[in-house]
């Protein structure tokens, strides 16, 4: 009893040391031979939420958001950015370091985590992007940012998201592996998903039914928790809960099904 519980806290300082090692090298490999290094984990929600801003506030009438619209995008395309990138890297977990896969005595779950840490690491680095715009808002803008106690909420955002990226890299990873069509059909639903979500709009733009079908979507509840620290009247309590719950049912369901597949992946690679 006593070596067994001495060793488990041992074989969770070797994965979490392992897990460490494995996002460290991702990103040094990622960024080894970029001349712009760091600012490619804040480039590409940047353009987007400039191209969304020029759209919505200057080419057309906008009836979605609030002000500073462009505020209230990069709240919401910084953690798409994080989860998109996440989960398409999901649908090669295995397959591109099969050989390890196979090989190593390491749960196999690492090869999904590490992409959640080193995707969240580049997220977290990109939230400076967020609070300069927050305060460039702040001394330009007729309608400044209203900073308030959702703030608190964000933490809990960035939880909740990396339990629903744990479940979804358990379930999507392994069926990659078995089902080869579905890294594009990934893909295609990633597309879909980036405007069934709550982005350039809250969920409170929404009318009715489409109001209460959009709130099953879990990131809808994970980014109005991102915003409503600067947006106090996004708070949609329904999405919030049924975001929270969501993310949890991912997790339990990616856990089983990744127990359930792992040995069929493993002879697959």
Not at 12 to 37: E, I, K, M, P, Q
Not at 195 to 209: K, N, Q
């Amino acid at each position: 009893m006593t070596i067994a519980t001495a060793g488990a806290p041992a074989s969770a300082r070797r994965y979490l040391h392992s897990l460490w090692l494995l996002s460290a090298r991702d990103l040094r490999v990622r960024y080894a031979t970029s001349a712009l290094g760091y600012l490619w984990s804040v480039l590409d929600p940047l353009v987007m939420s400039l191209i969304y801003w020029f759209v919505f506030t200057q080419v057309f009438q906008r009836t979605v958001g609030h002000e500073p619209y462009i505020v209230f995008l990069i709240t919401a395309l910084l953690p798409w950015v994080w989860f998109n990138s996440a989960v398409s890297d999901f649908t090669r977990a295995f397959n591109k370091d099969a050989r390890l896969v196979r090989s190593t005595a390491i749960p196999r779950s690492i090869w999904i985590n590490r992409i959640i840490l080193s995707k969240g690491i580049e997220f977290l680095c990109s939230l400076p992007v967020l609070v300069g715009f927050v305060i460039v808002a702040a001394l330009t803008s007729p309608h400044p940012v209203q900073i308030n106690w959702g703030l608190l909420l964000f933490p809990v955002a960035v939880l909740l998201q990396m339990v629903l990226l744990v479940g979804l890299g358990l379930l999507v990873a392994p069926l990659c592996v078995l089902y080869t069509d579905l890294e594009r059909t990934t893909k295609l639903i990633l597309r879909v998903l980036f405007y069934a979500s709550p982005i350039i709009y809250s969920v409170s733009d929404l009318p009715g039914v489409f109001r209460e079908l959009v709130a099953f979507n879990p990131l809808s509840g994970i980014f109005t928790l991102y915003r409503v620290g600067f947006f106090p009247e996004v708070w949609d309590t329904l999405s919030v809960v049924v975001g929270a719950i969501m993310s949890v049912a991912f997790l339990l369901a990616g856990v089983f099904v990744f127990r359930a597949l792992e040995r069929s992946v493993l002879k697959e690679l």
